[in-house]
């Protein structure tokens, strides 16, 4: 798993691409993206799956601000990204979110 951000010069835009990798992603046939920036819309198109088995996606997010977010397998196992920039307590369970900053 990691994050890649790439910094708009002509805006406060941060591309941001996640990426669960074949090995934390198992034999998953899907995964979500969801967090702060989709409203935790756990209904949101599914990643890209490479060839490889790794799953990606990029956002456009807002700089100056911080996403909560967690990748959702397969629509019933919920993974951290282990590369996230911090990791927050979710108001929903035990487990803690990721975090981007950007």
Known sequence: MSLKKQYLKTKPVCK?????????AGQAETARLVGDFN????AVPPMK??????????LALDTDN???FRYLINDEIWENDWEADDYQPSPLSLE????VRV
């Open 16 to 24: 941001v691409t996640f990426r669960l990798n074949a090995k934390e």
């Open 39 to 42: 409203a935790w819309d756990s």
């Open 49 to 58: 799956k490479l060839k490889n088995g790794d799953f990606t996606q990029t």
């Open 66 to 68: 911080e996403y909560q």
């Open 96 to 99: 803690d979110n990721s975090v």
